[in-house]
C-alpha cells in the first residue's frame, strides 16, 4: 500500500454487577439482581503519509462502529447500534515540533448526537 496505513480496531467493554438479596430497615425484602452493561467497538482508519522537505504531513480518517449491549435477570439484549466518524491531520517538522488536530461526528443511526474536536501543539525546547 506504499505510504497508505490501514488500522482495523476492535475493542470491547463491559461493567457488572452483582447484588446480593438483603431486607432493608422496613424489613422488605430486595431480591438479588445482576446487571452489567457493555460496548463493543469496531472499525477501520485509513492514514497517508504525504513527505515534503521539512515536513511531514498525515492526514487519516476512521468510521467506528460501536455496538451496546446490557445483561441483566432476562438475560442478554442488544440495546444500540450506532456509528463514529473521525478525521485528524498530524504535522510533524524536522525540528521535532508536532501537530495533531482531530474531529468526530458520533451517533450516527441514533437520536443523540455529537461532535467534538482536538488539537495539540507539542514544541521541542532546545
Given at each position: 500500500?506504499?505510504?497508505?496505513?490501514?488500522?482495523?480496531m476492535?475493542?470491547?467493554?463491559?461493567?457488572?454487577?452483582?447484588?446480593h438479596?438483603?431486607?432493608?430497615?422496613?424489613?422488605?425484602v430486595?431480591?438479588?439482581?445482576?446487571?452489567?452493561?457493555g460496548?463493543?467497538?469496531?472499525?477501520?482508519?485509513?492514514?497517508?503519509?504525504?513527505?515534503?522537505?521539512?515536513?511531514?504531513i498525515?492526514?487519516?480518517?476512521?468510521?467506528?462502529?460501536?455496538?451496546d449491549?446490557?445483561?441483566?435477570g432476562?438475560?442478554?439484549?442488544?440495546?444500540e447500534?450506532?456509528?463514529?466518524?473521525?478525521?485528524?491531520?498530524?504535522?510533524?517538522?524536522?525540528?521535532?515540533?508536532?501537530?495533531?488536530?482531530k474531529?468526530?461526528?458520533?451517533?450516527?443511526?441514533?437520536a443523540?448526537?455529537?461532535?467534538?474536536?482536538?488539537?495539540r501543539?507539542?514544541?521541542?525546547?532546545?
Amino acid at each position: 500500500m506504499g505510504a497508505f496505513t490501514f488500522s482495523p480496531m476492535l475493542a470491547m467493554s463491559y461493567f457488572g454487577e452483582t447484588q446480593h438479596a438483603y431486607a432493608d430497615g422496613m424489613g422488605n425484602v430486595v431480591p438479588a439482581q445482576k446487571i452489567g452493561l457493555g460496548s463493543l467497538d469496531f472499525g477501520p482508519r485509513l492514514s497517508y503519509l504525504i513527505k515534503r522537505e521539512g515536513l511531514d504531513i498525515k492526514p487519516s480518517i476512521g468510521l467506528i462502529g460501536s455496538w451496546d449491549f446490557k445483561v441483566d435477570g432476562a438475560g442478554f439484549k442488544s440495546t444500540e447500534l450506532s456509528a463514529r466518524v473521525e478525521s485528524g491531520v498530524d504535522l510533524r517538522l524536522d525540528g521535532g515540533a508536532t501537530l495533531n488536530a482531530k474531529a468526530f461526528h458520533d451517533g450516527l443511526g441514533v437520536a443523540d448526537r455529537s461532535y467534538g474536536g482536538s488539537a495539540r501543539l507539542i514544541s521541542v525546547c532546545r
